[in-house]
């Protein structure tokens, strides 16, 4: 159908503004804590119009909202294939992206009943498509007067539900019954504390075109001293650093080992690296800690970016063809827990922070790295430290995180 086609389609034009409309309200927190500033009323405003949305828009509409979804949520992804000789892929990987949302919440399109839609968007907040969790239902009310559990999905939309099958002056009166999903009530807090320990979070802004070069290595090295000296001398316990902030496979470079071990009995370091174990290579986080040394491999890789989520001929093509063999990074079995004074900590390796396995058992801290490089200029780093706040409040962790580029701080 051509342009001018879709002008004259009224029906059709109508079904477009209704869908983009929803997809603008339901990405409209992520673009104002990126660029503005939270904003709880207008958020919770949103997020309601939002879900009220994919409960009452046509058919056609709900496709039109999460294509747009994909694109405001996930036009960065395709960044990284650049750093993989393959920029071209770019807006093809954005094009993907917009699809696979499309087809997720086109599920909703299958019934025009309002009841139904709201037993399968609550059904969808389960579902990860391709194993990426980055989509969570729940997230629109991250920075919201609602909460972000799932009874407060429920009492949600059933408030928005009801109103369609009464037929008297009643009607909205269901609308009331959002108060008990909001954040405010008594039963609905969550109890974060902080360690006790004083922690330095390092924030770099290394560009990812210059990160692995050689010339950059050296003067990496000597930051990273610069900083733990100083962190000496203000009696810090703990110095964080960001993801791989040694590009390196660590257990290669035994002279470097040494003297962070050396530094280390002043001073708890914990710094992001890469491990080679035969043929096999891990993104790992080193803790160097009263003279001697530990890594965590990650657990939970990123899915396209460091393992195929797909049967494994298509696996070994894409990996050779899209990522020159880069993507084909091992994982640990289990969760990782690093004891610093006595305090236990559970790691966790940027993506792997916005994933349920690594709050199992319910840890008190996390410490987190980010190399959030790969996708700069973007709202990435924003949307990721909105989901680490949706998983620190939903397990009452407190998450010691530290990027490079935006991020760094303590996630609550």
């Avoid at 909001?182 to 004083?198: D, G, H, I, R, V």
């Avoid at 236990?344 to 916005?354: D, L, P, S, V």
Wanted: hydrophobic content about 45%.
């Amino acid at each position: 159908m051509s342009v001018s086609n879709i002008l004259q389609n009224k029906q059709l034009r109508r079904d477009i503004v209704y869908g983009l409309t929803t997809a603008l309200l339901f990405s409209a927190f992520i673009y104002f804590e990126h660029y503005l500033t939270t904003i709880k009323l207008l958020n919770t405003f949103f997020a309601l119009l939002a879900i009220g949305g994919f409960l009452y828009i046509p058919k056609r509409a709900v496709l039109v909202a999460g294509f747009f979804i994909g694109l405001f949520w996930f036009y960065w992804v395709g960044y990284s294939f650049e750093y993989n000789g393959v920029g071209f892929m770019a807006p093809i990987i954005t094009f993907l992206f917009c699809i696979i949302c499309m087809l997720f919440f086109g599920i909703l399109a299958l019934t025009n009943k309002v009841y139904l839609r709201a037993l399968l968007l609550f059904a969808l907040s389960y579902v990860a498509p391709f194993d990426w969790n980055w989509l969570q239902i729940e997230l629109v009310f991250i920075e919201s007067y609602i909460g972000i559990m799932k009874y407060q999905l429920i009492i949600v939309l059933t408030a928005l539900t009801l109103p369609k099958y009464i037929n008297n002056k009643y009607k909205f009166t269901p609308l009331f019954l959002i108060i008990f999903a909001s954040n405010l009530m008594p039963y609905a807090q969550t109890t974060q504390k902080l360690a006790p320990l004083k922690i330095k979070l390092v924030a770099t802004d290394i560009k990812q075109e210059l990160k692995w070069k050689r010339e950059t290595f050296n003067p990496t090295v000597n930051m990273t001293f610069v900083e733990i000296k100083k962190a000496i001398q203000d009696n810090y316990d703990v110095i964080v650093f960001p993801e791989s902030v040694y590009p390196i496979f660590m257990n290669k470079y035994p002279m470097l080992l040494d003297t962070l071990k050396k530094a280390s009995k002043k001073i708890t370091i914990v710094a992001g690296a890469l491990v080679a174990e035969g043929k096999n290579h891990y993104n790992v986080t080193y803790i160097f800690n009263d003279g001697k040394s530990q890594f965590a491999k990650k657990l939970v890789l990123v899915p396209f970016g460091e393992y195929i989520p797909l049967p494994k001929f298509a696996q070994e093509f894409i990996n050779k063809t899209f990522f020159g063999g880069a993507s084909d990074f091992k994982t640990a079995s289990k969760p990782t827990d690093f004891i610093i004074k006595g305090i236990k900590f559970r790691n966790a390796i940027c993506y792997e922070a916005t994933c349920d396995e690594i709050y199992q058992d319910a840890p008190d801290f996390v410490i987190a790295s980010s190399n959030n490089a790969w996708f700069t200029p973007s709202i990435e780093p924003t949307l990721q430290n909105l989901l680490m706040r949706y998983y620190a409040r939903k397990y009452g962790v407190s998450i010691y995180h530290s990027a490079n580029y935006r991020g760094t701080g303590i996630v609550q």
